[in-house]
């Protein structure tokens, strides 16, 4: 390696870094305590969480079957239905949200059948959770069906023929030996999950308590109120950083 | 135990075989790399689809038979032991699949154990075992299974030479009543373990008579080959 490529590495690192810094510093250590646990700060907090948890919960439940899926079997098409799942992950989010409310929403694809039966929606605490989910399950399914492909098929093909059906190989075979995989597939899903914007203001809105969790929080503050703001934020860097920790301990990262 | 009748034809390899096995026969399959012994293997397990063929055993077809209900047992190459689970766990699995409760699984998981010399691993993980201790300790799963059929796939091949006379001996004795089929590159197997010996090249059987015969007297290029030591 050529010794000067230190002098750009470091500015690469110091790009990323700079910014966490300069939030944290602004921080008021005095202020912190009361900021973070002021009732309209703990309420986002425990809508972002209560949100996140079911979103991850809908990925999982929903991911693990499309991973397998696409992992273990080929049919026509299947190409375009991974590029297609994927495609959250580079979408602006705000277009996700858009998406989801001409899905969704009274006058949507599947909206309109919803309101005859007297169910709505936009603007729920529900709409949190699909707009979290929608962004959030390609990061599952991408980890997932990369360990599913490492792991390869010779335990479940030995399983088989060792008397066990394939819902007891994929119970006691297959799941347990992509576990790591499932749990930093997870993570990473709930960081996603959590720090969840464009999709969410744009199909669930912004109420405080019903839809507004500490991202759109953090943004409503950001003029009125900078100092929450910046303690809300730096509760979201503290939640990253450990979900760094963690995704990188089971080597998902 | 019962009874097989195999005949298999995969066209993309060249594969056109027909074979019978004995009840409480064990057959010795050998030929050179390639010749397609592990597809036959594959073939039987329900693992692969052959273009053509069928596989009977006892009264049973089963070319429609899922490999989990063909009551064929396969022991390859790498023991291939469930990683997340004790050794004792591995060789309960085959119980406890077909619906045996724990307790009466683990008990049958232990005697079997103890069949091939391993009941002292039981507690361990299989990372914690030698490679001769856990092609053992799959020996003993493979019986648990309790299977019609024992498909054993070079089952030495990855060990140490100096460990596998003892894994011999223990298959000796496993084998002795049991339908079994054991691919092998080792005349020494062959001479141990099975009744008959088979020659596949080309995916062809070229040869096929009892074990002394074949190797006392051997008529095809890779017998004689085998038998004069010079494939190892």
Known sequence: MPRWLWF???????????????????????????????????????????????????????????????????????????????LPLVLPPVVSGLALLYTF??????????????????FTTLAVVIAQTFVALPFLVISLEGALRTSGTRYEAVAATLGARPTTVFRRVTLPLVAPGLLSGSVLAFARCLGEFGATITFAGNLPGVTSTMPLQVYLLRVDDPDAAVALSLVLVVVAIAVIGFARHGRAL | MSALHLRAVIARRGIDVTLDVAAGETVA??????????????????????????????????????????????????????????????VAFAPRARGVRRRQANELALRHLTEVGAETLAGRRPTEISGGQAQRVAVARALAADPELLLLDEPMASLDVD?????????????ADRTAIIVTHDAADARALADRVVVIEHGHIVEDGPTEQVLDDPQSGFAVRLVSGSIK
């Open chain 2, 29 to 90: 399959i050998t030929g050179p790399n390639g010749a397609g012994k592990s597809s036959l293997l594959g073939v039987i397990a329900g693992l692969l689809r052959p273009d053509d063929g069928e596989v009977r055993l006892g009264d049973r077809v089963l070319d429609a038979t899922p490999p989990h209900a063909r009551g064929v047992a396969l022991l390859a190459q790498d023991p291939l032991l469930f990683p997340h689970m004790s050794v004792l766990a591995n």
């Open chain 1, 105 to 122: 929403g009274r006058r949507g694809l599947l909206g309109q059948s919803l309101d005859l039966v007297g169910i709505q929606i936009p």
């Open chain 1, 8 to 86: 750009p590495a470091a500015l690469a690192a110091a790009f990323i870094i700079l910014p966490l810094a300069a939030i944290v510093l602004r921080v008021d250590p005095a202020t912190l305590p009361a900021l973070v646990t002021s009732p309209s700060a703990l309420e986002a907090l425990w809508l972002s969480l209560r949100t996140a948890t079911a979103g991850t919960a809908l990925c999982i439940l929903l991911g693990v079957p499309l991973a397998t899926v696409l992992a273990r079997t080929s049919f026509r098409g299947q190409g375009l239905i991974r590029s297609l799942v994927l």
């Open chain 2, 163 to 175: 460990v596998r006379p003892a894994l011999r001996q223990t298959l000796r004795t496993a084998l």
